[in-house]
């Protein structure tokens, strides 16, 4: 696992107090820390407070989402980055080869205990609304309460990104766009369509890139990070790209 100084640093800065910071590490030298694990550039945990907290951090940016009523940022996720800088973690993926040695009876009793214990049937039973109704959903809640671009930001992140069709990605980055929700120079709409425009460029379909390029034209206070990708994919074949930008000269 990469450990990044810097990044860590300017996270400390700008998302925990010098109290949070303090508190997480008291919280983790008296083993409230219960479980962490580290999977996929993120740590998971479970960490006792008033309750025992789901505790998640982005090793991306050391944002964390918590259970507990603070729900980000909060004594909790720093507790478990502390566990994390300490090399006190267990890894994602040994878990997963753990389970690979097992028989698909050991599974599915495994599978059966989690979906009974958390009443998790919704979640493994087919849906009806698709994936974007999900996202301009949740969009649409950010001016109710502001935490909402952090439920946002893991639903983009978990389940969107992974399982959204071009045609998708594209619709939701012109809502976005259009949305008066996220205001223009916040962090939190860069990372937003920063993780939007990584996806997009990385499948590395001409005709979405494109089109994507065209939708940030129109929203350019909001989407302009779609340029930078734009210029970088295309500053290796300067045939194509001055193909596609004449066109919003
Ligand atoms: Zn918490």
Avoid at 80 to 88: G, S, T
Avoid at 107 to 130: H, T
Avoid at 171 to 178: A, D, N, R, S
């Amino acid at each position: 696992m990469k450990y990044k100084s810097s990044c860590l640093e300017k996270a400390f800065e700008t998302i925990y107090s010098e109290k949070i910071i303090e508190r997480g590490k008291t919280y983790y030298k008296n083993n409230l820390v219960k479980c962490c694990v580290v999977f996929k550039n993120k740590i998971y945990g479970k960490v006792v407070g008033g309750d025992l907290y789901n505790t998640v951090v982005d090793l991306e940016d050391y944002s964390g989402l918590c259970s507990c009523p603070y729900e980000y940022n909060c004594k909790h996720a720093y507790a478990l980055i502390e566990a994390y800088l300490n090399k006190n973690y267990i890894d994602g993926d040994e878990i997963f080869n753990n389970l690979r040695k097992m028989s698909k009876e050991e599974i599915l009793k495994i599978l059966e205990d989690i979906i009974v214990k958390y009443n998790m049937w919704y979640e493994i039973i087919p849906k009806k609304g698709s994936l974007l109704e999900e996202g301009l959903s949740i969009l649409k809640l950010i001016p109710y309460e502001e935490k909402n671009i952090y439920t946002f930001k893991s639903f983009l992140e978990n389940r969107f990104l992974k399982n959204a069709k071009n045609e998708e990605l594209l619709e939701l980055l012109e809502e976005i766009g259009k949305s008066e929700y996220i205001e223009e120079d916040s962090e939190r709409l860069y990372n937003i369509v920063d993780s939007l425009a990584n996806e997009i460029f990385s499948r590395n379909n001409k005709n979405t890139i494109k089109k994507a390029f065209e939708i940030s034209k129109k929203y350019k206070d909001k989407l302009w990070v779609i340029d930078d990708y734009y210029y970088d994919y295309y500053s290796d074949s300067e045939e194509d790209y001055y193909d596609y930008s004449k066109e919003f000269l």
